[in-house]
């Protein structure tokens, strides 16, 4: 069973930077594509960010795009969340995702989640 561990959340302030890490164990991580969501206070969880297996596609959300980008390093099993920019607006809760398939868009439904890391952005 895929485990997913998200971390690298906290407190910052508006244009400050923060990166997300998610580790996984237990399962095959190099072979699926993966994700980041997040869910602010009193709203639905949305989609953020998605990388493919090997890395060579991204996809964001276009509130997100030229601020975060997603990475992966399928040797220690980890995919990234670079933030830049930060705004309050993006405070939330970030999970991030695995799928079951090489390559994911903004419809996909993710098969594993991470139990999710807080963020937080003061302006």
């Known amino acids: 069973q895929l485990q997913l561990v998200d971390s690298g959340g906290g407190l910052v302030q508006a244009g400050d930077s923060l990166r997300l890490s998610c580790a996984a164990s237990?399962?095959?991580?190099?072979?699926?594509?993966m994700g980041w969501f997040r869910q602010a206070p009193g709203k639905e969880r949305e989609f953020v960010a998605t990388?493919?297996?090997?890395?060579?596609?991204?996809l964001y959300a276009d509130s997100v795009k030229g601020r975060f980008t997603i990475s992966r390093d399928n040797a220690k099993n980890t995919v990234y969340l670079q933030m830049i920019s930060l705004r309050p607006e993006d405070t939330a809760v970030y999970y991030c995702?695995?799928?079951?398939?090489?390559?994911?868009?903004?419809?996909?439904?993710?098969?594993?989640w991470g139990k999710g890391t807080l963020v937080t952005v003061s302006s």
């Open positions: 995702a695995q799928y079951g398939t090489k390559v994911a868009n903004i419809w996909s439904k993710a098969d594993y």
């Open positions: 237990g399962g095959t991580f190099s072979s699926y594509a």
């Open positions: 990388i493919s297996w090997s890395g060579g596609t991204t």
